[in-house]
Each structure stands twice: as structure tokens, then as C-alpha cells.
């Protein structure tokens, strides 16, 4: 079986908790990770390490908090002071766990199901052949020599507006916030990052992402999680949140994608 599992941040007894309840095979069955494994919970460094143990049993994107961490790895940022992630910069296995974590992709597809992975949501205006290509920009730097310049240079708000025109570190952060801060967008599909709440409480002006008018991603099956908010609901066919809240005291939930049965566990 598969089971696509929502945000994980460090909870990782939780985790225990809601393997054992969907009677996991080690041998047999796959997790499905859609980012932020780490940050804010209190395991960020044991959580790694579990993920990272499952070998093949595992398939991984990566969430801000996931980047962010890669950033303070690089020493490109200072860190913000709700960040629990000094266990692993400290850690013996460090280097190998930040590398392990580097070469993660932000989105994953699988032929054979259907189902497209990512950690917040894909631009109203990508394909699915677009989502790969531009992914596949981000990765590339990421795992390339001028990792340091990206992350130096991720963090930000601008540009709103995707366009191919786009170059250097506006694009790449163009791309990057879109596949893993999306949460709302302009009806004319300009991202806005400030917004964080649920449906009702937003501005008239502003749609989830995966209700943008003629959404060119609409026939995929996308599986996200960042946000919690959402209460794992979006009530759009072929969107599937993920992320229930488990870091703040709700849920940590996993769908199983052969038949979409949910199971989750309460995070006390």
C-alpha cells in the first residue's frame, strides 16, 4: 500500500503512533512525505533520521521548513527563533542527513497512479510538464555548486507574478515560493503569501490556489500539505490536503492512495 502522510514537523512519536495504527509493512507498503518533515515540533532530528532509514520505503518533497533548514545548514541565514532545528546542525550525522535532505525533489509524479505530489500547491498557470521543468530548475542549483547563492537569495515575497521571463534568483524564488508557501492567490493567479487562514476569513479578491479559474493543472490528482488551516478539506476534486495540524495540537493524517481512505491520529 501507499500512504501519503501531511506535515510532519518533528512530531515523530506522533508518527510512530499513526504507523502502527495504519499497521504499516516496512517490507511492502511506501509513505509518502509531502514536506516539512522538521521544525516547530520537538523531533526534528529523530524524524530525519527515521525518514531517511525507511531506504526505498519512502518518497520525500521538500517543504519550506525542509529548505529552511538546508539554508541554516549553509549558514546563509540566522535562523528565526521559533526554529527547533539546532539538534540536527549539531548532530554527528549532520552532513549526511543535510545532503540526504538536498537531494529531494520538489515534486514528485507517479505514472502509474496518476498522483503529483508537491508541498503547497502548483501555479494556476503550470501544466504538469512546466511543474517538472521548472521543479527541476530549483533542484538543479540546489544540489549544484551555487547552492549558498540560492539560499542566500530565497527568501522573499517578490516576484507575485510567474511569467518565463523571469530570470536569476527572482525566478528561482518565483518557483520556489509556489511549490512550497502557495496557499492563496489573486484571481488573476499573482500569488499572495500573507494570508494564512482558513476559506472564510480571506479577502473577496483572493482564491485557493486549486480554485483559480481554469486552472491549467486541474485534471492532475495533487497531493499537498502546508496548509493546516484547511483541516485536510479543499471540497475540489482531485485535491487532497494533507496537512491536518499535527504540530499545533490536531492531527497528523495519511491517505491511503489506493482507495483515499483517510486514517489519522489526535497529536496527544
Known sequence: MNYAIGDVQGCLSVLLRLLDHLQFDERNDILWFCGDLVNRGPQSLETLRFIKNLGDQHIVVLGNHDLHLLALAQGTHPGWKEDTLQPILEAP???ELITWLSQKPLLHHD????????HAGIAPAWDLPTAKRLANEVESVIRGQNSAGFFQNMYGNEPEQWSEQLQ???????????????????????????????????????VPWFKVPSRANADL?????HWAALGGVTNV????????????????????????K??????H
Open 111 to 118: 505514472e502509474q497512479s496518476g498522483y503529483v505530489m508537491v
Open 262 to 267: 483517510r486514517l489519522s491520529v489526535a497529536a
Open 93 to 95: 550525522d549532520r552532513d
Open 168 to 206: 536569476g534568483w527572482d525566478r528561482l524564488r518565483c518557483i520556489t515560493n509556489f511549490f512550497t508557501r502557495l496557499r492563496f492567490c489573486h484571481r488573476d493567479g499573482r500569488l499572495e503569501l500573507k494570508t494564512k487562514g482558513t476559506l472564510e476569513k480571506s479577502s473577496s479578491d483572493l
Open 221 to 225: 490528482k495533487i497531493l499537498f500539505g
Open 237 to 260: 476534486p482531485n485535491t487532497y490536503a494533507l496537512d491536518t495540524g499535527c504540530v499545533w495540537g490536531r492531527e497528523l493524517t495519511a491517505m491511503r492512495l489506493e482507495d483515499e
